[in-house]
């Protein structure tokens, strides 16, 4: 198993931390200045949960970096199906506004994310590492 080095592990805390402060500011700020409620019949009360869960849990990645890099998976993937299903067809089309604008440039963060990564580690330990047991072995 690679080590990972300790400023690699600061690099993760402070990725934790950005995505632990500035996800729940703008969550509030979307939810106060743009006036949308939280229906469940608009997405965006999904939305705001999931990003607000999301947030949360990027706290224990400030104590547990490498534990928690499932979390960091989860951002870039569903940022990488946005892109692919939302934002590629609006763009193709030429139905381009400011939200679309706005939402490809948080999106793109998914590309930070990705740089900081600790790709030794990651392969190490969720491709070559063999996997749990599905059953007990007596």
């Excluded at 104590?63 to 989860?74: A, D, G, H, I, Q």
């Excluded at 139905?95 to 490809?104: E, G, P, V």
């Amino acid at each position: 198993m690679p080590t990972v080095p300790l400023t690699r592990l600061y690099v993760l805390r402070l990725m934790y931390l950005v995505l632990f402060v500035l996800v729940p500011l703008m969550t509030a700020a979307r939810m106060i200045y743009s006036g949308q409620s939280l229906g469940a019949d608009d997405g965006w009360g999904f939305a705001a949960c999931l990003l607000a869960a999301m947030s949360l849990l990027c706290g224990l990645g400030l104590r547990y970096p490498l534990k928690m890099l499932p979390l960091l998976f989860f951002e870039v993937v569903w940022k990488v199906i946005w892109a692919a299903r939302v934002a590629a067809p609006l763009w193709i089309s030429g139905k381009i506004d400011d939200a679309l604008t706005q939402n490809s440039i948080a999106i793109g963060s998914a590309v930070v994310v990705l740089a900081v990564l600790p790709w030794r580690y990651v392969v190490a330990q969720y491709v070559r590492a063999p996997g749990d047991a599905w059953k007990s072995h007596r």
